[in-house]
């Protein structure tokens, strides 16, 4: 569809933001549907996410996606942001509401939602490898569909402490904290019914990393996940798989987040599926 006078401006703020795939697949959802809107992605430098934020307004963007590292850094600047949002303490979806700025948090949302495509119900107990705002964010939600105890592993252990205490009062689930090291993770993992990894160890380019040396303690039924979409099959799902146990990438994940991005700004229900197979042709 044209650019014209009345094309609305949608983007990304973020920096980096040169390898996201978000433009890609936005711009392609909106023409597909014939939807005068255009999505640009913006590196906003370093200090001037203020600034930034208050061009939404005055450029009358109809919203932005937020990526790091101004997920929280957005939040003083918004006049409301939703209930998801306040319980992870970072935003990823930004709304021009006629001039009020509302952040919101769809990483949860998106990551069960993915789960529940795959048609995996979680239950019992969740391992994080990670204890970022991912992690947050997706241990928060998981809390809300029953998952009864979290445990949170991170090379820093007062990352996952600190993690873990942010949620305390928050959801209903057990919550625990560890130092990332082989036998205390082989014990935890074991005992779990998902282990998600959030972490950025095996992200394109460094596809031969994985955050764990094997996962032989494994039970069958445990599901095994990344956040990673890029490559699809990391290294880590790669020995899931090898097991034969159930593994999910970061593809639904990612794809659900941006449809409900569209729903939050544009009221509208994307194609889902068509969405997945633009991106999984771009990434095969």
């Not at 392609?28 to 934020?53: D, R, W």
């Not at 990483?107 to 970022?132: K, M």
């Not at 970061?250 to 068509?274: D, R, T, Y």
């Amino acid at each position: 569809m044209p650019v014209n006078a009345n094309t609305r401006c949608l983007g990304l703020f973020g920096n980096p933001v040169a390898h996201s795939l978000s433009p890609l697949l936005h711009n392609y959802t909106l023409q597909m549907m014939g939807l005068n809107y255009v999505y640009l992605p913006f590196a906003v430098p370093a200090g001037e996410i203020k600034g930034a934020v208050n061009a939404i307004r005055s450029l009358n963007f109809c919203g932005v996606n937020v990526t790091i590292p101004y997920k929280e850094a957005v939040i003083p600047y918004l006049d409301a942001i939703s209930p998801e949002a306040e319980a992870c303490g970072a935003v990823n979806v930004i709304s021009n509401e006629e001039g009020r700025l509302r952040g919101y948090n769809t990483d949860g949302t998106g990551f069960t939602a993915a789960l529940r495509e795959e048609g995996v119900a979680v239950r019992g107990s969740a391992l994080f490898i990670g204890a970022g705002g991912a992690a947050r964010s997706l241990a928060w939600a998981l809390a809300r569909t029953g998952v009864e105890r979290l445990d949170f592993m991170d090379i820093k252990l007062e990352k996952a402490e600190n993690l873990a205490a942010s949620l305390a009062g928050s959801v209903g689930a057990a919550l625990a904290a560890h130092g990332m090291n082989k036998g205390r993770f082989a014990e935890l993992a074991a005992a779990s019914n998902i282990i998600i990894n959030c972490s950025p160890v095996g992200m394109y380019p460094h596809i031969d990393q994985s955050p764990v040396a094997d996962l032989d303690m494994l039970q069958p039924g445990t599901v095994v996940c990344d956040i990673i979409y890029n490559p699809l099959r990391t290294k880590f799902l790669s020995m899931g798989q090898v097991r034969g146990l159930k593994t999910v990438n970061g593809l639904p994940m990612f794809v659900h987040q941006a449809a409900l991005s569209l729903e939050i700004w544009l009221g509208i229900k994307p194609p889902v599926g068509q969405m997945k197979e633009v991106l999984r042709r771009e990434l095969e």
